[in-house]
């Protein structure tokens, strides 16, 4: 619940919210939050990898099955190091940039947050974590589970991986697909921040001082 409650009062930055503040907390939520369910991320992207003509997976407890079996429990974190590592810094992109533009966007008589000026800066904040972190972590994620699924050992690792594809086809090879990541990670923070901000005022019944620690 506490983990919970740290995630759901993110959005109510105030004026002491520090940038330095919500980018720790940001990058210790992301990255326990990936740790814990990245086996689920691993199957999902390795259902979606798979021919379609000849599925190697019946589903999501065939695949389990399978991919223990025969790489072991090890296997169902295989890009996983990437992956944790990305989501902190996705989570610390979003937060950071969130606590900036709100600083700029704030009233300054009020101090508040309209509810424009709140789905603008999750817009942003979608916008910064799009391009410097869910990107590329999610086109070194695709590419190592891919290379393990079809057995052709292009990649050694993650890092392996990084390396290569710097080499081989430059930085820009990291950005393969990355508008419409960028339309989809800004529409939803502008649609998660506002809308968090809404439910939180009925779970408090308006009570502000209960943003902190809604629980």
Known sequence: FQFLSRVARMAFVGKKDTGLKTVVKGFLTGGTQAAITYPTEFVKTQLQLQSKSNPEFNGIIDCFKKTISKHGIGGCYVGAPVRIIGAGFQQMFRWGAYTNLAG???????G??????????????????????VTPVETLKTRV???????????????DALVKIFKNEGPMGLYRGAFPTILKQGTNQAVRMPLQVQLMGLITLGDTTKNQNPL
């Open 104 to 110: 700029l966007a704030r009233d300054p008589n009020t």
């Open 112 to 133: 508040k947050l309209s509810p424009v000026m709140t789905t603008l800066c999750g817009l942003g904040a979608g916008i910064t974590e799009a391009v410097c972190a």
């Open 145 to 159: 589970t891919d290379d393990q699924r079809r057995g052709t050992g292009n990649y050694k690792g993650t890092g």
